[in-house]
T-cell receptor, first 115, second 112 residues
Framework: NAGVMQNPRHLVRRRGQEARLRCSPMKGHSHVYWYRQLPEEGLKFMVY????????ESGMPKERFSAEFPKEGPSILRIQQVVRGDSAAYFC?????????????FGPGTRLTVT | GESVGLHLPTLSVQEGDNSIINCAYSNSASDYFIWYKQESGKGPQFIIDIRSNMDKRQGQRVTVLLNKTVKHLSLQIAATQPGDSAVYFCAENSKAGTALIFGKGTTLSVSS
């Protein structure tokens, strides 16, 4: 009974490098949401994807960030040329259907540290 | 703007006490409200949710109350245990197919 899986759990990158974060939704779920959490704060929405489609990317920074959810394989959040301000915990959540977006199951997160 | 906030950043209780965690929201059009528990180093874990057409919902040891008149949401935990120590977030889902909007969280500390 695998829940939402994320890897890596911890990622250290130097400024200017690329970070790739992976998320495998729960079995049977085809909707994925990415959130970012800064220390001592709540989660902030970044992007909502369905298989092969970006539904809502209104929370994504305009530059350096991108996301995909291919037909096969996990969803990927990609951060190019990372800066120290990108250091945060990144969580993905999956949902079974669009009309049940209130029902989101979260993964354990990837903690990104930019040195 | 549309956001969900919490009244107190921290709450300390004794084991066995009842805990009440509060949340104020501003989007009167939100359809669902959800409480999550987040332990250190882990992702948010669903506790209980309530739809906007209800004012109370009970789970195991937890009760959520919704007061739409004053846009207030609360989570009551009965007989609080040390394992309940965590950060609690309320979140709202304004409509189907949209992301959750989270508040800043309340850190609950339970001493035995």
């Amino acid at each position: 009974n695998a829940g939402v899986m994320q890897n890596p759990r911890h990622l250290v990158r130097r400024r200017g490098q690329e970070a790739r974060l992976r998320c495998s939704p729960m079995k049977g779920h085809s909707h994925v949401y990415w959130y970012r959490q800064l220390p001592e704060e709540g989660l902030k929405f970044m992007v909502y994807l369905q298989k092969e489609n970006i539904i809502d990317e209104s929370g994504m920074p305009k530059e350096r960030f991108s996301a995909e959810f291919p037909k096969e394989g996990p969803s990927i959040l990609r951060i190019q040329q990372v800066v120290r301000g990108d250091s945060a915990a990144y969580f993905c959540a999956s949902s079974p259907r669009r009309d049940r977006s209130y029902e989101q199951y979260f993964g354990p997160g990837t903690r990104l540290t930019v040195t | 703007g549309e956001s969900v906030g919490l009244h107190l950043p921290t709450l300390s209780v004794q084991e066995g006490d009842n805990s009440i965690i509060n949340c104020a929201y501003s989007n009167s059009a939100s359809d669902y409200f959800i409480w999550y528990k987040q332990e250190s180093g882990k992702g948010p874990q669903f506790i209980i949710d309530i739809r906007s057409n209800m004012d109370k919902r009970q789970g195991q040891r937890v009760t959520v109350l919704l007061n739409k008149t004053v846009k207030h949401l609360s989570l009551q935990i009965a007989a609080t245990q040390p394992g309940d120590s965590a950060v609690y977030f309320c979140a709202e889902n304004s409509k189907a197919g949209t992301a959750l909007i989270f508040g800043k969280g309340t850190t609950l500390s339970v001493s035995s």
